[in-house]
């Protein structure tokens, strides 16, 4: 009886050991993880919602892109780009991109780019913008071209959510510092910082 008793017990254990080992398996490498950067710091967070933010040393907007769904413009054989206009802040973004899918997913895109003259990207993941001085006014800054500790766009996180028609979609997050000079008087800088978290697609690879 007592062999029994120590077959059944040795028999539950066994039991209970194979079912934590199933439990305790990880995600499949076939499905991976968002490619992602170092935490942000400075206290500026990039959530995820969709979204574009800017703060100026005179206004800051944090406008919804929930529902933006853009087409990519090429720019060259390697690079397309989206670019919006915010009906509320008057803002207009430019964000560049790899156009196809198989150069988006690299873990090497994570870092930091240059910040280009409005609209005048030409690279992968540069950004530039122009947005009124004020809320409301019609004097605009304009993002000049630099790349420095107080000039960038960082790539934080690349995350692949599926397929639309012959498109791949990410979602990617940055944060970005970037010199803005009123126009037509461009020794008139502001400091514009902010962060965003788009919607992209590429070509399927």
């Given at each position: ?83 919006a206009t915010s009906a509320s802040t008057n803002e207009t973004f430019y964000f560049s991109f790899p156009r196809d899918s198989s150069v988006m997913v690299r873990s090497s895109n994570i870092k930091k780019y240059g910040i280009t003259r409005v609209g005048a990207n030409k690279k992968p993941f540069e950004f530039s913008q122009t947005l009124p001085i004020i809320a409301n006014s ?68």
């Open positions: 009886m007592k062999t029994l008793s120590k077959l059944i017990l040795l028999i539950l254990l066994s039991a209970s050991f194979m079912a934590c080992e199933k439990s305790s398996d990880g995600p499949s490498n076939e499905n991976p993880g968002p490619v992602k950067g170092p935490v942000i710091g400075n206290g500026e967070v990039v959530d995820n919602t969709l979204y574009m933010a800017f703060k100026t040393p005179d206004w800051e907007r944090k406008i919804d892109c929930t529902h933006l769904d853009l087409d990519p413009i090429g720019l060259n054989d390697s690079t397309s780009y989206v670019s019609t004097t605009k800054l304009v993002s000049l071209s630099g790349s420095s500790s107080d000039s960038y766009n960082e790539v934080l996180e690349i995350k692949y959510i599926g397929v639309k028609g012959n498109y791949a979609q990410f979602q990617i997050k940055c944060r970005y510092s970037m010199s803005m000079g009123e126009v037509l008087n461009e020794s008139n800088k502001r400091l514009v910082t902010g962060t965003f978290h788009f919607k992209v697609k590429t070509k399927r690879i």
